[in-house]
């Protein structure tokens, strides 16, 4: 059974940093592009970042709304990807969802939620103005 687990989220005023953890378990964790998306309240989930397995050079992918804020790493020892959240604005306030993309959907960009199969329960990023 493949169990997905964010954690790290939080409330933080606009300037701080935030870093989230997304552990799995049940899969061969370094077979898979590891993804963050966020969703905002009626909102559809939108890709945040993504970051390719190790052997294909562990290439990492940013929306642009986070690119030079966001710093996506991955672990496969730990099974764990991170995501670390510098400069945090109040619109970076969501959901925040770890995912573990599937092989089989591999069309199209990276950061498209429907290329993923498996998701956590999410962690909540507030930032206060």
């Known amino acids: 059974q493949v169990q997905v687990v964010e954690s790290g989220g939080g409330l933080v005023q606009a300037g701080g940093s935030l870093r989230l953890s997304c552990t799995t378990s049940g899969l061969n964790f370094d077979e898979h592009i590891m993804g963050w998306f966020r969703q905002f309240p009626g909102k559809e989930r939108e890709g945040v970042s993504c970051i390719s397995r190790r052997r294909n050079g562990g290439r990492t992918y940013y929306a642009d709304s986070v690119k030079g804020r966001f710093t996506i790493s991955r672990d496969d020892a730990k099974n764990t990807v991170y995501l670390q959240m510098n400069s945090l604005k109040p619109e970076d306030t969501a959901m925040y969802y770890c995912?573990?993309?599937?092989?089989?959907?591999?069309?199209?960009?990276?950061?498209?939620?429907?290329?993923?199969?498996?998701w956590g329960q999410g962690t909540q990023v507030t930032v206060s103005s």
């Open positions: 995912a573990v993309e599937d092989p089989r959907r591999g069309v199209g960009s990276p950061l498209r939620a429907l290329r993923y199969n498996y």
